[in-house]
């Protein structure tokens, strides 16, 4: 059940985002307790996605609207 909550498109399979991995301090390779020191894009049998480790995206800005675009 847990596969069908996340889609594979959404969310690309990414050492960055696994629970064996960490975040190396440079945030250039992550430390993996299964494969040491790999790619933050790599990917291996033992990937089991952590939804805790994404950063989420940014918000948009949205520009105020001017009150003269309101009037007919």
């Known amino acids: 059940m847990r596969k069908k909550l996340f889609e594979k498109k959404k969310y690309p399979s990414m ?5 064996h991995g960490r975040l190396s301090p440079d945030e ?3 430390l ?3 494969k040491g020191i790999v790619a933050t894009d790599g990917k ?3 990937y089991i996605y952590d939804p805790l480790k994404r950063r989420p995206q ?6 105020k ?8």
Do not use: G, T
């Open 32 to 34: 993996c307790i299964k």
């Open 44 to 46: 291996c049998r033992k």
């Open 58 to 63: 940014k918000p948009l800005i949205i520009e």
């Open 28 to 30: 250039q390779s992550v």
């Open 15 to 19: 050492c960055e985002h696994c629970v």
């Open 65 to 72: 609207a001017d009150p003269s675009e309101f009037e007919l």
